[in-house]
Structure formats: structure tokens, C-alpha cells
């Protein structure tokens, strides 16, 4: 069997600070590797789920010059959970500004799930910026795919979590589950907003890897919940502020001259590998890679196993 790679030894930041947005926002950056390196960015997932230091792991440390950062309200940036002045729009001004900030022309963008709709969302937006793009566990944020993963879909795969999520709701709110929640996770009482927080981002943590994983526990904490479940339902509900149900694929030709590496788990349960299929069928020029015997996770062996050849490949290695 092929020997798997996998994430590069632990690195410290080299360099890190806030960046005050102007409209009420302080955003968390860190840089890591080789500060001569090749520029490149990480977007993480949820929206609302924050970096990890593992994310600076999945770049060569001598080739790569890297960015990540807490998007809008979680992670280290401030205000913690807030929804004002948060939308995908304000996310790509956020990552011009940085990519400013740090002086460069172009970046290799990288990112998962939601970090794969906003690298795509920025890439569309801002072409001429991005050198190259690695996206893993492909979601274009299109109705059905949030019909999948919280209304009905998932929910036959995993019947006994999902009853978690509609144990607190009536037989009424259980007809749409994202607006129920909504109520709750923007109520002024605290512990409703916990109380919602953590079934749903426990529904998250118990079904983004193929097999149970002890990492699930930690979707449950306070602090990451509530970030974690408000942005995202604030975010679902406005559709990912995209102006059409389609726009993260119709805008594909925009991007098409960017080299491309799409990498999507077989069985991805929270977004399906029809994502990645039809994002590779409107970019015939991006190499699709389907893992097999995977979930959703960065963290699966073979997900990690294929980033980190794409990051190498495109450092030229
Ligand atoms: N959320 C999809 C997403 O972006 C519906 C996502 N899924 N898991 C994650 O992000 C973490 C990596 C933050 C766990």
C-alpha cells in the first residue's frame, strides 16, 4: 500500500496581531513557515469554526509563507459571535485587506467546506489574486445543499443524532429546522443560545468523520458552540448572502485559468461528493481527486494524505 503522507511537523507563528476591520471587527492573523516563501492562505470551515495550529501543518515549512486567520466573530477575533457587519462580502474584503497587509501579489488559496465556498467566493471576486487553489470537501452553499445537512438527508444516514438536534423543537419548528434554531441562537437568553448551540454543532462533530471520533466532545465546549452554530445559522439563513441559488458555479469561468486541485471524501455526509462533481464538471481544468474511505474531516488520513501532495505539487516539489 502507498505510504500516506502526512501533516508536517508542529510549527510556532513567526508573526501574528489583530487587524481592526473599521466596522466593529478585530480579526485574528497569524503567519507561519519560511517568511521568503511562497504566499499562501488557509480558509477554514464552518463559517464561524476558526484555525487551528494543525492548519499550519498541512504547508512545507521552507517553502511556504502562510497566512490563517479567524474569520468574522470566532476563533480569537473580536467580537466573539457576533452576526453584525458578518456576510461572505465582508469575509473577501477581509482577506484583500490581509493579503495587503502582507504585501503580496498572488496566494495559493486553500480551503474546506466553508472555507472552499469562501476561497471560491474571493477567487471569483478578486481573479488576479490567486496563483493556485486547493478546495476539500467541496460546498457551493446551494439550497439543496443545506437541505441535505439540515432538514432531510443526513438525517437517514444518522437518525440517532439527528433526533438530538429535533428533541428541543415542536412538531411545527421541526418543518424547518434552520429557522428554529435561528429563534434560539438569537434569543436574549443565554443559556437558550447555549442549549441550541451545542446540539447543533454536536450534530457537526458527530458526523464530519467517516468513523466516531473523540474530537466530536470539543463541538460541545461553550466558547466554540456558540460562535460556531450562531455564524453558521446566520449564514444559512441568508444563503450565504449569494445573490443566486447557483452564483459559486455559474461564476466559474472567472476562475478557470487558476490551476486547481478539488479534494472530496466518498462518504462525505455533510457535503456530498456531488458538490465536487459538479464543480469539476463546470472546471474541466481542475483535477478532482475522490478519496475513498472518507468523510468530510481534513483530519481523515486520506483527505490530509492528498492536500498536502496538491500543497507540495504546487511549491513545486
Ligand atoms: N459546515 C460545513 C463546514 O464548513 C456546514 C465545516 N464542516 N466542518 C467544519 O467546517 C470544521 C472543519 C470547522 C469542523
Not at 429563534?183 to 447555549?194: F, G, M
Not at 449569494?242 to 485559468?257: A, C, E, G, M, W
Not at 481544468?285 to 490530509?304: K, M, R, Y
Amino acid at each position: 500500500m502507498e505510504q500516506l503522507r502526512g501533516l508536517y511537523p508542529p510549527l510556532a507563528a513567526y508573526d501574528s496581531g489583530w487587524l481592526d476591520t473599521g466596522d466593529g471587527h478585530r480579526i485574528y492573523w497569524e503567519l507561519s513557515g519560511n517568511p521568503q516563501g511562497k504566499p499562501a492562505l488557509f480558509l477554514h470551515g464552518g463559517p464561524g469554526g476558526g484555525i487551528s495550529p494543525s492548519h499550519r501543518q498541512l504547508f512545507d515549512p521552507q517553502r511556504y509563507n502562510v497566512l490563517l486567520f479567524d474569520q468574522r466573530g470566532c476563533g480569537r477575533s473580536k467580537p466573539h459571535a457576533s452576526l453584525e457587519n458578518n456576510t461572505t462580502w465582508h469575509l473577501v474584503d477581509d482577506i484583500e485587506r490581509l493579503r495587503q497587509m502582507v504585501g503580496i501579489d498572488q496566494w495559493l488559496v486553500l480551503g474546506g467546506s466553508w472555507g472552499a465556498t469562501l476561497a471560491l467566493a474571493y477567487a471569483q471576486t478578486y481573479p488576479q489574486q490567486v496563483s493556485e487553489m486547493v478546495l476539500r470537501g467541496v460546498f457551493t452553499l446551494r439550497q439543496q445543499e443545506l437541505n441535505w445537512y439540515y432538514q432531510d438527508g443526513a438525517s437517514h444516514i444518522f437518525p440517532d443524532k439527528w433526533a438530538q438536534v429535533l428533541s428541543i423543537l415542536s412538531a411545527e419548528e421541526r418543518k424547518d429546522v434552520i429557522a428554529a434554531y435561528r429563534q434560539r441562537l438569537t434569543s436574549s437568553d443565554r443559556q437558550i443560545q447555549l442549549e441550541a448551540a451545542k446540539l447543533w454543532s454536536l450534530w457537526e462533530g458527530e458526523t464530519v468523520t467517516l468513523l466516531p471520533s473523540s474530537t466530536a466532545a470539543t463541538f460541545g465546549e461553550d466558547e466554540f458552540a456558540l460562535a460556531f452554530a450562531r455564524i453558521e445559522n446566520h449564514y444559512f439563513t441568508h444563503q450565504g448572502f449569494l445573490t443566486s441559488d447557483d452564483q459559486l458555479l455559474k461564476n466559474v469561468p472567472l476562475i478557470r485559468h487558476i490551476p486547481a486541485v478539488i479534494i472530496h471524501g466518498r462518504y462525505d455526509m455533510v457535503c456530498r461528493l456531488q458538490n465536487a462533481w459538479d464543480l469539476a464538471q463546470a472546471w474541466p481544468e481542475a483535477q478532482l481527486q475522490i478519496v475513498e474511505g472518507a468523510g468530510h474531516s481534513t483530519n481523515e488520513p486520506g483527505i490530509q494524505h492528498h492536500v498536502i501532495l496538491a500543497t507540495d505539487h504546487f511549491a513545486g516539489k
